[in-house]
């Protein structure tokens, strides 16, 4: 299935796309994508009343805002230098193990919401990535187990602020956190539709003008080892978003560097997990 949410901030309604690609709104399936809803087999749960229900629920149209994909989690967990491209862009040696760091879910945002450049930002940059979420309590996982524990894959741009991240001293979750930094979607596709998501296709474009465009076969660490990862170190709990890195092409990376200005407009997707668009505009 493909599962997105739609409406106003904050009062988003589920949904769900039909294999006619008709989207729908399943609000009367009575739950929300939150943490409850898959703890407790919610894709099942919801493929199994859609058999009944699905001919009764009212179509989405196509004006509606995309709110993120899931509501906003526990955690935004997030994987730096995943890419061996990226990695040698910015000069840095390849990880020997996965560089964590995190995300304030207050970035969490739908995947056309215009992007807030923070007040006194220089260097805010794009970084298109493919997101885990996860669809049960994940601790400890062996890792020829850890596909049990995914309910599946979305498009995360990972909007960072260089100087804040690199620049101020601390951690990367400063330069990580500002409202706006972390749409999410449209669409939560479910494992059983991604063959392989070690071997996705990415992309992003600023202006028209592409600047990312790779695979996930390059990166380092692949999903299965991440999950396994990270659980070894903290629960992860259903709907919790595992960000796997960006490829080469960031605004940092460039020579000369290039960040975003008001009037941007960041177009980016990855196959089969749908597309975003996002305009920068300035903090008022």
Known sequence: ??????????????GVVLPTGQHIDVTHFGED????????NGPDRLAHWLTAHAHTCPEVSSDERFGPCIKRPSKIVCIGLNYAKH?????APVPAEPIVFFKSTTA???????????????????EVELAIIIGKRASYVELDDAFNYIAGYALHNDYSERAWQLERGGQWVKGKSADT???????LVTKDEVADPNKLNLWLNINGEQLQNSNTDDMIFNVPTLVSYLSQFMTLLPGDV??????AGVGMGLKPQRFLKPGDVVELGIEGLGQQKQTAVAYV
């Open 1 to 14: 299935m493909k599962l997105f949410r739609f409406g106003s901030p904050d009062h988003e309604h589920p």
């Open 33 to 40: 994508y939150d943490e409850s809803f898959f703890a407790s």
């Open 87 to 91: 990695a040698a862009e910015t000069n």
């Open 108 to 126: 969490f945002c739908g995947p056309n919401d215009n992007v807030v450049i923070p007040k006194r930002s220089e260097k805010t940059d794009w």
């Open 181 to 187: 930094f972390a749409p999410l979607g449209p669409y």
């Open 242 to 247: 595992i960000s796997t890195g960006t490829p």
